[in-house]
Each structure stands twice: as structure tokens, then as C-alpha cells.
């Protein structure tokens, strides 16, 4: 078993494999752009554009997350430095962006219903982006974990966007 402080096992966003592990590709973890309405229209006028996108404030799970700044340069953003809001909770992400706090990159499965009703809204429709996992499992313990392995590969096989 792996001492206190080492993983055995991990979901993430790397396709190579760190020493010692074995990669499984997952499939695709769609994330969108929200924003409360109110939000939307206090800082884009009801409209999204790429100036008002360099002045609204943002929402950023760390300070290694990079999606928002992936999701606004696919939009032709360039070098931005908006406000930033680091809440390193995914169910505080979303409450942060129900409540008008900034714009986020959010997991669709977890925006869903929001977006259905109505409390949030996507900066820009059909523009959602696509973020690969990976199951990584260190090698000596594989054996050990094989029944984990086929249970995360059947759940992400499921869950997961699997093209992407």
C-alpha cells in the first residue's frame, strides 16, 4: 500500500503517464461558460463580448485552473486579467455564479438544471469546451486495484463524452 501522503490512484487531466502508472483515457468532461442573468446583463449588457469578457469578474477553481482563460482564447480572447474570485469548491463555483459573483467554467452535469430553469445562463450558446480525463493507477498496485480500475471506466464510460 502507498504511505500516507502518496496516491495510489487518480482521475486527471494528464494523458502522460506519471513514472510508474498506467493511463486510461476516460472520455471528455464537458464544462460551459455561466453567469446569473443579472450578471450577464450588469456586465455585458446582455450580450457577451470580448472587451466586456476583459473587465467581468471571474471565477477560478485554483491557481493552476486554466480553463476559463482555454475557453475565452478559443473565443478570440487575448491576453486578459480580469477580476479574479478563487473558490477552490465545485459546488461552491456554481453558487458563486447563482449568485451573481462572476463567470465560471462549470461542469455541464452540474449546471443542467440551472441552465434549464433559468438561473444561469451560457456566455456564449454552443460554445462549451471539452476537457479529456485520464484514470491513472500506479503499476505495482494495479493488481490490487483492478475492480476500481473497471468500476471508474464503466462510470466515465457512462457519464462522460466519450468523442470529443
Same mark, same amino acid.
Given at each position: 500500500m502507498a504511505a500516507p501522503g502518496e496516491v495510489s490512484a487518480a482521475v486527471t487531466g494528464h494523458a502522460r503517464a506519471a513514472p510508474g502508472c498506467d493511463v486510461h483515457a476516460l472520455g471528455h468532461l464537458r464544462y460551459v461558460a455561466t453567469a446569473s442573468p443579472a450578471f450577464m446583463e450588469r456586465h455585458f449588457d446582455g450580450i457577451f463580448s470580448l472587451p466586456a469578457l476583459a473587465q467581468a469578474p471571474m471565477l477560478v477553481f485554483n491557481p493552476k485552473d486554466r480553463l476559463q482563460h482555454r475557453w475565452a482564447e478559443a473565443r478570440g480572447a487575448a491576453r486578459f486579467h480580469p477580476p479574479i474570485h478563487h473558490l477552490p469548491s465545485s459546488q461552491g463555483f456554481v453558487d +458563486? +455564479? $447563482?449568485?451573481?459573483l462572476g463567470w465560471g467554467m462549470n461542469p455541464l452535469s452540474l449546471v443542467q438544471e440551472h441552465l434549464r430553469r433559468g438561473t444561469l445562463v451560457t456566455l456564449? !450558446? &454552443? +460554445? !462549451? $469546451? &471539452?476537457v479529456p480525463l485520464y484514470w491513472q493507477v500506479t503499476r505495482a498496485l494495479a493488481p490490487a486495484l483492478k475492480r476500481l480500475t473497471t468500476a471508474v471506466r464503466k462510470t466515465a464510460q457512462d457519464r462522460l463524452n466519450l468523442r470529443a
Open positions: +458563486a +455564479a $447563482l449568485c451573481g456564449v !450558446p &454552443d +460554445a !462549451p $469546451l &471539452d
